[in-house]
């Protein structure tokens, strides 16, 4: 069955650095998507990409976060200056026609910001 | 802001007994409803859904109910597995184009042998 890939499954970094987490959505996929969950919480909408741009955003992703599709393939999540509060799991998800039904997620990265 | 609410952070039941996950939202907004299943260390994997005009879905052992003028959905699962043990999430979104999903806070299923 297709999958949603995401790379490292771990990143620990000190605050203040740059992070790009990696994500390989489903080939056929049109819509991406990145997630976050902190520890004990819920998990929260961060960003959908359509089409090569962002369709929607949410007040979470401020301008310390970008994605890009650099190729075909890749998803990435950049945070340029990572702050304690940025440890999470960030969960990429990708989906055919937009419905919420077929997310695929992917099974996360935890980010570990010392 | 808790658009989506499970009330119940853990549910204990029996094998083979009904498992019962409740759901509340308050955006009335709202139009498409889902269930997510989580292990630890993996990603969510989509359950069931429904769109809000149904009131039931039905897949297999899950089934989901919604109640719109209560703005309140359940899942159902029976007979119950010790495999079904996990976190239960609750997602909604307003459309289904690309549209973000608001999560609740999830369930702790545990079902004993």
């Known amino acids: 069955e297709p999958e949603v890939t995401q790379t490292p499954s771990h990143q620990v970094t000190q605050m203040g650095q740059e992070v790009i987490l990696r994500c390989v959505p489903i080939s056929n996929h049109l819509y991406f998507y990145w997630y976050r969950q902190i520890l004990g919480q819920k998990v929260e909408f961060l960003v959908s990409?359509?089409?090569?741009?962002?369709?929607?955003k949410s007040e979470i992703f401020d301008d310390q976060f970008s994605v890009e599709r650099p190729d075909g393939s890749n998803f990435t999540l950049k945070i340029r200056s990572t702050k304690l509060e940025d440890s999470a799991m960030y969960f990429c998800?990708?989906?055919?026609?937009?419905?919420?039904?077929?997310?695929?997620f992917g099974s996360g990265t935890r980010l570990t910001v010392v | 802001d808790q658009q989506v609410k499970q009330n119940s952070p853990s549910l204990s039941v029996q094998e083979g007994r009904i498992s019962i996950l409740n759901c509340d939202y308050t955006n009335s907004m709202f139009d498409y409803f889902l269930w997510y299943k989580k292990y630890p260390a993996e990603g969510p994997t989509f359950l069931i859904s429904?769109?809000?005009?149904?009131d039931k879905n039905e897949d297999g052992r899950f089934t989901v109910f919604l109640n719109k003028s209560a703005k309140h959905l359940s899942l159902h699962i029976v007979p119950s597995q010790p495999g079904d043990s996990a976190v239960y999430f609750c997602?909604?979104?307003?459309?289904?184009?690309?549209?973000?999903?608001?999560f609740g806070g999830g369930t702790r299923l545990m079902v004993k042998p």
């Open positions: 429904i769109s809000s005009i149904k």
């Open positions: 997602a909604a979104s307003v459309g289904n184009a690309g549209n973000m999903l608001t």
């Open positions: 998800a990708s989906s055919e026609a937009g419905q919420g039904a077929g997310y695929t």
């Open positions: 990409f359509y089409n090569n741009e962002i369709s929607e």
